[in-house]
């Protein structure tokens, strides 16, 4: 059974900067695909971020150049640096695990999911 807890959420002003992380438990992380999604209110799940197993890396055009996905084999962690935020970032982030590896970019692509963190950005 593969559990996810994601942390580091809060509430921050424009410009600044969270890190988020993802803490993936089981025996399949090093070869799964680990992504990054958020859900705003009223709003439809949407992919922020994927790394695939081979370290191969996908941003939403919303996040390019702000955003940056990475992962720690070692620790089964997955990270999400988030640096000059806005209030358009402001959801729910949930991390979610592909254990084929690949980094699909749509929900259904993943059948597990952590329980999410809430990012508020003010303006």
């Known amino acids: 059974q593969v559990q996810l807890v994601e942390s580091g959420g809060g509430r921050v002003q424009a410009g600044d900067s969270l890190r988020l992380s993802c803490a993936v438990s089981?025996?399949?992380?090093?070869?799964?695909?680990i992504a990054w999604f958020r859900q705003a209110p009223g709003e439809e799940r949407e992919l922020v971020a994927v790394?695939?197993?081979?370290?191969?890396?996908y941003y939403a055009d919303s996040v390019k150049g702000r955003f940056t996905i990475s992962r720690d084999n070692a620790k089964n962690t997955v990270f999400l640096q988030m640096n000059s935020l806005k209030p358009e970032d402001t959801a729910e982030y949930y991390c979610?695990?592909?254990?084929?590896?690949?980094?699909?970019?749509?929900?259904?692509?993943?059948?597990?999911w952590g329980q999410g963190t809430q990012v508020t950005v003010s303006s």
């Open positions: 979610a695990v592909n254990e084929d590896g690949v980094g699909r970019l749509t929900a259904r692509g993943y059948a597990y």
């Open positions: 089981g025996r399949t992380f090093s070869t799964s695909a």
């Open positions: 790394i695939s197993w081979t370290d191969n890396i």
